[in-house]
C-alpha cells in the first residue's frame, strides 16, 4: 500500500533531518516534517513554537515548499477539525498535553513531543483521505495570524483536549456499559463488529500494562546509572585509601562504574524515545479508535431516531391528507426535510461503517509496522548496552590480573 | 578471612558431580594464582576430585542475604560436560581464558546448570576465596571445615523456686580436620548460643592484641520468637559463619579455648564469663589474674582505666618527663612507636569509612540490579499476554505478524530478566567482601583497645612505683636522721620496699604484655593488610568476570530478537 511506504519515508525523514526529502518522481506527494522546537513568551504564558516545513505538489497548495511556525494547541485544533469531518477514519492521535509543570520545557520532554507531533501529522499526510483535507491545507499554510484567530474561533464542540477527553469519558462509558450489556439503548446487532469493540477495549487494557512497565524500565535503567555512578565514586575513594597496586585497580573500577552510569542514562532515554513512547502512541491510537465508535453509536442512534420519527411524520401526513388540512403543505415539507436528514443520516452511518471497515486493516498493518520498528530498536538498544557494558568491565581484566601477578 | 577451609559438603549428592566440580574447576581456572596451576595441570580425575572435595559448597551459604537466593528456578541452558572439556585445558595461561571473548559468558554461566541457587551463588567467592587460601596457607594441606546445624529445643533443668523451666537451642557443631592437635578427624558437639559467648569472652581474653572476629549479637527478644524457625535459621547460619572465620584465623584455629570448644563433649569446660569480677572493664582489671596469680593485689585494680587515648598520652608525656633519665634510650623509642600506631590506627580507620561507604554503594547496586530484572520480567510476561491476545484474536494476518514478534521480544526480555537475577546473586556473593571486612573492623578496634588498655596498665603501673619510690626515699632520709633507727619507720620501710619490689615485678610483667600485644597487633595488621588486598582483588576480580559474563549472554539475547527485526531495520540505518 501506497500508505506505509509513504509512512517510512517520512519516518526516515523527520527528526534526524530538517526537512523533508523531495521525491524525484512525479508523483503525487506530501510531505511534513516538524522541527526546530522553540521556547516563545513569558512566565505562564510561555510556550513552545515549532517549524512545519512542506513539500508538495499538490495542485491545491500555494506551493512547492511552505514554512509555517505553529505550536501545541494549532495541533490540537487540526486534530478536533479532523474528527469531525472524517467520522468513521481513525483520526491520528496527538501526544497529550504534559500535567507536570516542571516538566514541560525539559529538553527530553520537548524532544519527545516534537517527535510526536511530526508522526502525528506525517499520518494525516500518508492516509489517501485525510491528505485531501482543507483544514490540513490550512494548517500546513496558513499565516500565524489566521491560524491563531482559528484557533481562538474555534465553535466546535471541541474546544480543548481536556472537552475532548470529558466527552470521550461520557460516550466511552456508555459504549462500555453496551458492550458489557448494561444498558439497552439503540445499538447495533452486527456480532462481527461487537467482538471488534471487545476486542479494543481489552487491547487497550493490556497495551496501558506493557507501556507501564516500559516506563518503569526507563526509570530502572536511570537508577542503575545513578547506583554505578555513586558504587564508582565511593569505589574510588577506597581506591585512594588504600594505596598501591589494589588501589589503582579500585580507581578504574570506579572509573569504568562511571562511565557507564553515562552509557545508562543515554540507554534511558533511547529506550524512552523509541520504545516505550511508541507503546504510548499505540494506547493513544486505540483511544482514537474508541472515539470513533463512539462517533458511530451516535450516528446509528441518529440514524434510527430519525427513521423512527420519519415514520411518525409519514403516518401524521397520511393522516393529514385524510381529512384535507391545510397543514398538509407545511406537513409534506417538513417530511421531506426530516426524509431528506434521515437520508443524510443513513448515508452518514453507512459511511462510517465502510470507513471503519477499512481502517481497521490499515491500522492492524500500520501498528505492526509501527512495533515492529520499536521492537527493532528495543533489542539493538538492550544489545548496545549489554555489549558497551561487557567491553568496558573486560578491559579492566588485563590490569586486575597485573595486580595479582604482583602481589 | 577467608571460608576457604571450611566448605561443608552437601548433605546429599550433587545432582550432577561433574558440573559442580566443573564450575570449582572453570572459576578455579580463572581466579587462581599462576603456582597453583600444577593442582590443575593433572588430568587425572582422582586428583581433582581430592582438591574439589574440599572445595565442595555448603547448602546454605552463610554470606548470601536470604532475599537475593533466588527460588530454585534452575534453568540450564548449557550441559557442563561441554564446558569443562572446553576448560580443562591446564596449558593454556590464566589471561588466555580470560580474554577469548566466549569464555567467562560460558564459564560463569555453568555456575546454574542445574544446581540449585545456593550451590550456584556459593561458587564464586569459594574457589575464588580457595585461591587465596593455596597461596596463603602455610601447609596447604590443613583444614578445619565446620558446620552447624540441626537446631533443638531442649529444656533447661530449673532447680529455681520458679515453677516452669526455660527452654533453649542447642546446634549440633561438626568439625572435620586433619590438624594434629585436635587429635581426631571428624567429631561433632551440642553448643548453645551461651556457650559461644564464654567462647568468644575468654577468647578475647586470651588473645587480647589479635584480631578476633567478632561473634553474632545477643537478641534481647521474646522466648516465643527465640524459638520461632526464621530466628533459629538466622542464628545458626550466623554461628556457623563465626565459628569459620574464627577457623580462618591461623593463630586462633590453634587456641585451646577453640579446640575445647569444637571437641569437649557435654558441658563446655571454659570459665563463664559470670566467673570474672568485672567483664566489662578492659583488660587492666583482668590483667593480675592472668599475669600475677591471685595472692597478689595487683595496683591497677584500684586504677580506674583511662577512657580514650587522650588521657592515656596525657599521662604518657608525663612519664616521659619524669623518667626520660631513669629510662635513658627506651623511653623515646616507646613515644615514636605510638605515634607510628596512631598513624596505623588512624589509617585503619579511614579504610573503615571508605569500605562502610563503598559497601552501601554496592548495596544499592545490588538493588538496582535486581529491580531491573523484576522489571524486565514483567514486561516480558505483559507481552506474552499481549500476544496470546492478539494470537486469539487475530482476524487479519497482520496481527499475526505482530504477535509473533511480539513473542521475540516477549522470551529475550524473560531470559533477560532470569539472567539479571542471577548475576545479581553472584553480585552479591563478591560485593559481600565488603561486609565482612566491616565486620572485621570490629575486631580490630577491639584490639587496638586491647593494646590502649595494656599500655595503661604499664603507666598505672610506673607511676605507682614512682610514687612509692619517692614514699621510700623521703622515708629513708627521714630515718637517716634519727640516730639509732626508728623501729617503726625502718618497719615501714621495710614494708614499702616489699611494695617497691612487687610492684616493679608488676611493671615488668605489665611491660611484657604490653609488648606482647603490641606485636600482635603488629603482626595482625600486617595479616590483615595482607589478605586485604588479596580477598579485595578476588572481589573485583570475581565481580568483573561476572559481570562481563552475564552481559554478554544478555547480549546475545537481545542479538537475536535484533536480528529476527532486522526487516524493521529503518532506511536511513
Redesign the interface.
Known sequence: MVTFEGM??Q??SSG?SLSPRSPSSSQPFLSVSVSDPVKLGNGVQAYISYRVITKTNFPEYQGPEKIVIRRYSDFVWLRDRLFEKYKGIFIPPIPEKSAVEKFRFSAEFIEMRRQALDVFVNRIASHHELRQSEDLRTFLQAEEETMERLRSHETGIFKKPSDLMQIFKDVQSKVSDVVLGKEKPVEESDAEYE?LKR?IF??EN??A??Q???Y??V???R??G???S??G???K??G???GNA?GK??SE?GMKSEILSVKLQKEAQELLMSFEEPLKDYVRAVQSIKATIAERANAFRRQCELAETMKLKEINLDKLMLIRSDKVAEAEREYHELKAESEQATKTFETIVKLMNEE??RF??Q???D???A??E???G??RL??G??DA??S???K??A???S? | MMDSENHTTEEHLHPHPLSSSNDELENLNLHENNEHDSLLSTKSYSNYRSVMSTLSDSHNHPLSSPSFVSSADSDPLLSPPQHYREFTNPNSSDTSSYIDPPSYADAIFTSFDGETSSNGVDTPTRSSSDGIFFSRSSSSSEFLKITVSNPVKEQENSNSIVPGSSSYVTYLITTRTNIPEFGGSEFGVRRRFKDIVTLSDRLSEAYRGFFIPPRPDKSIVESQVMQKQEFVEQRRVALEKYLRRLADHPVIRKSDEFRVFLQVQGKLPLPTTTDVASRVLDGAAKLPKQLMGESLIAPSEVVQPAKGGRDLLRLFKELKQSMSNDWGGSKPLVVEEDKEFLAKKERVHELEQQINSASQQAESLVKAQQDMGETMGELGLAFIKLTKFENEEAVLDSQRVRAADMKGVATAAVKASRLFRELNSQTVKHLDTLHEYLGLMLAVHSAFTDRTSALLTVQTLLSELSSLQSRAEKLEAASSKIFGGDKTRSRKLEELQETIRATEDAKNVAIREYERIKENNRSELERLDRERQADFLNMLKGFVVNQVGYAEKIANVWTKVVEDTSGYAKEST
Open positions: 517510512e519515508q519516518r526516515s534526524a467482538k476486542y481489552e487491547l493490556h497495551l500494562e506493557a507501564k512497565h516500559a518503569r524500565l526509570k530502572r535503567h537508577e542503575l545513578q547506583s554505578l555513586d558504587f565514586k565511593a569505589v575513594l577506597l585512594a585509601s588504600e589494589l585497580a579500585f573500577l481497521i486493516g492492524q498493518e501498528k505492526t509496522l512495533m515492529g520498528i521492537f527493532h528495543f533489542a539493538k538492550q544489545a549489554a555489549n557494558i561487557a568491565w573486560r579492566l581484566l588485563p586486575l590480573e595486580c595479582s601477578s602481589q
